[in-house]
């Protein structure tokens, strides 16, 4: 089994910017590709981004441009750098194995509101 926990959601303006973390229990190395996902109110939870050990990247068309994501496998942790956010983008963010679920952690808020 494997844990995630992740943090650094918020209130920002549009326009702003959030740096999102995923902390794993063990090795992100033996988990292999890493997803960000949001749940916004009323929607399916949807993929935003992945990353595969070998650092190729997807993003959704609705974020192409402005979220990057990356992995440090020494911290054992994965980022989303969410920039020009937007209202749009207001949703509960996991992080999960991308093809292979684990359960499902709390996930981090993040509201884009004037």
């Known amino acids: 089994q494997v844990q995630f926990v992740e943090s650094g959601g918020g209130l920002v303006q549009p326009g702003g910017s959030l740096r999102l973390s995923c902390a794993a229990s063990?090795?992100?190395?033996?988990?292999?590709?890493m997803g960000w996902y949001r749940q916004a109110p009323g929607k399916q939870r949807e993929l935003v981004a992945r990353i595969s050990q070998s650092r190729t990247i997807y993003y959704a068309d609705s974020v192409k441009g402005r979220f990057a994501i990356s992995r440090d496998s020494a911290k054992n942790t994965v980022y989303l750098q969410m920039n020009s956010l937007k209202p749009e983008d207001t949703a509960v963010y996991y992080c999960?194995?991308?093809?292979?679920?684990?359960?499902w952690g709390q996930g981090t808020q993040v509201t884009v509101s004037s």
């Open positions: 999960n194995r991308f093809g292979a679920e684990y359960s």
């Open positions: 063990r090795s992100i190395n033996s988990i292999g590709t």
